[in-house]
């Protein structure tokens, strides 16, 4: 018996045009990523931690369905969109259990 499985990522660049210090940043992250994590998603922020007005964050969300991780998908991709920062890039992708993942960057 196979078992299916498939891994949703959304990965953001997010801009904080009116934060002046890392606190004021924080909370808009935390509240975020608490968000996420509500909807199942695992969430991480990647890249340097210490720039006050920008923020890269990655979350995973892992289902048995393609169309349980779509909608999950879109439903976090909204959140993205919010007055308290702008959206400065957006990437989705699923993969399922018979793909390779894609090689991102290079170290």
């Given at each position: 018996?196979?078992?299916?499985?498939?891994?949703?990522m959304i990965r953001t660049e997010l801009f904080f045009r009116g934060c002046r210090t890392l606190k004021d940043?924080?909370?808009?992250?935390?509240?975020?990523?608490?968000?996420?994590?509500?909807?199942?998603?695992?969430?991480?922020?990647?890249?340097?931690?210490?720039?006050?007005?920008?923020?890269?964050?990655?979350?995973?969300?892992?289902?048995?369905?393609?169309?349980?991780?779509?909608?999950?998908?879109?439903?976090?991709?909204?959140?993205?969109?919010?007055?308290?920062?702008?959206?400065?890039?957006?990437?989705?992708?699923?993969?399922?259990?018979?793909?390779?993942?894609?090689?991102?960057?290079?170290?």
């Amino acid at each position: 018996m196979k078992n299916e499985y498939f891994i949703g990522m959304i990965r953001t660049e997010l801009f904080f045009r009116g934060c002046r210090t890392l606190k004021d940043r924080r909370g808009h992250l935390r509240s975020l990523k608490d968000r996420l994590s509500n909807m199942g998603f695992s969430v991480a922020q990647v890249g340097p931690p210490n720039l006050i007005q920008r923020a890269w964050l990655i979350a995973v969300f892992i289902s048995g369905t393609e169309a349980g991780v779509k909608r999950v998908l879109n439903k976090a991709e909204k959140l993205m969109y919010n007055p308290d920062w702008e959206l400065a890039a957006l990437e989705k992708d699923i993969l399922g259990d018979n793909e390779i993942l894609p090689d991102w960057e290079q170290l």
